[in-house]
């Protein structure tokens, strides 16, 4: 048996022809993203139903949070916590066929240091080599609503209540301001990245309908020429014949 071509540009190569290959299902990764207080998780589950419903395979991942006080370390912990999802759990499934929703994925890391205060292109080259979703449903809500729902259920904590940036000692006024500086941040990354947003406002079976029609809809990503370096170097790392 002949041995594998293990160059960059082979291994490139064979990723490109992976998901180029009309043959077999190409995987798609779908990323829900938007504030605490969206109904983002709810909708993931609704919709990972019915597509499993449509016959699609599906994988699930969640965001891996921590209670790290200091930005500049929580920015590091979460790119290596996104760098594992995306090596074990993202790039077999999309290898694979299957379609992977990713309950926050990339863009809650740059809302979140952006917001509170690191520049944007340097947490990008954090995460490089990037993978970047086929598709991104943005739920959006206002602070107000986001406040309500996150207060009705419970107290936010030092950080997620942002007050190691905004040194206000009351959680629920200091959530409010801190949640205005992510969802500001969401909406310029919507723009940047061409997120496919749902009016979180809407009740739970309003925006389930208004995803599963967008989805039919929605134009993919060029998702090969995007990923290929991520994907490259997965294949070269994993050391496995695939």
Same mark, same amino acid.
């Not at 709810?42 to 921590?66: G, I, P």
């Not at 809407?202 to 989805?215: K, T, Y």
């Given at each position: 048996?002949?041995?594998? $071509?293990?160059?960059? !540009?082979?291994?490139?190569? !064979?990723?490109?022809?992976?998901?180029? $290959?009309?043959?077999?299902?190409?995987?798609?990764?779908?990323?829900?993203?938007?504030?605490d207080?969206?109904?983002?998780?709810?909708?993931?589950?609704?919709?990972k139903? %019915?597509?499993?419903?449509?016959?699609?395979e599906?994988?699930?991942?969640?965001?891996?949070?921590?209670?790290?006080?200091?930005?500049?370390?929580?920015?590091?912990?979460?790119?290596?916590?996104? $760098?594992h !999802?995306?090596?074990?759990?993202?790039?077999p499934?999309l %290898?694979?066929?299957?379609?992977?929703i990713a309950?926050?994925?990339?863009?809650?890391?740059?809302?979140?240091?952006?917001?509170?205060?690191?520049?944007?292109d %340097?947490?990008?080259?954090?995460?490089?080599?990037?993978? %970047?979703p086929?598709?991104?449903?943005?739920?959006?809500?206002s602070?107000?609503?986001?406040?309500?729902?996150?207060t009705?259920?419970?107290m936010?904590n030092?950080?997620?209540?942002?007050?190691?940036?905004?040194?206000?000692?009351?959680?629920?006024?200091?959530?409010?301001?801190?949640?205005?500086?992510?969802?500001?941040?969401?909406?310029s990354?919507?723009?940047?990245?061409?997120?496919?947003?749902?009016?979180?406002?809407?009740?739970?079976?309003?925006?389930?309908h208004?995803?599963?029609?967008?989805?039919?809809?929605?134009?993919?990503?060029?998702?090969?020429?995007?990923n290929?370096?991520?994907?490259?170097?997965?294949?070269?790392?994993?050391?496995?014949q695939r």
């Amino acid at each position: 048996m002949a041995a594998t $071509n293990t160059t960059p !540009r082979a291994v490139r190569q !064979r990723a490109r022809e992976h998901f180029q $290959n009309s043959r077999r299902r190409r995987g798609l990764l779908v990323a829900f993203e938007g504030p605490d207080g969206s109904g983002k998780t709810t909708q993931r589950k609704l919709f990972k139903t %019915w597509l499993q419903a449509q016959d699609y395979e599906v994988v699930s991942t969640k965001w891996n949070s921590s209670d790290l006080i200091k930005p500049l370390i929580k920015s590091r912990k979460t790119v290596r916590a996104l $760098n594992h !999802r995306v090596e074990h759990v993202i790039l077999p499934a999309l %290898w694979a066929g299957k379609l992977v929703i990713a309950d926050r994925f990339l863009f809650t890391g740059l809302a979140r240091d952006v917001a509170r205060g690191l520049d944007l292109d %340097w947490v990008l080259k954090l995460y490089q080599p990037l993978v %970047w979703p086929d598709l991104v449903f943005y739920f959006s809500v206002s602070p107000v609503t986001s406040g309500k729902r996150v207060t009705a259920m419970r107290m936010p904590n030092f950080y997620e209540a942002g007050q190691d940036v905004t040194a206000v000692d009351d959680p629920v006024e200091s959530y409010q301001r801190f949640i205005s500086r992510i969802i500001r941040e969401y909406e310029s990354l919507a723009l940047i990245f061409n997120f496919i947003t749902v009016d979180a406002e809407q009740s739970i079976v309003e925006q389930h309908h208004q995803i599963r029609d967008l989805f039919r809809e929605g134009a993919r990503r060029p998702w090969c020429e995007w990923n290929v370096d991520a994907v490259a170097e997965w294949l070269a790392l994993s050391g496995q014949q695939r």
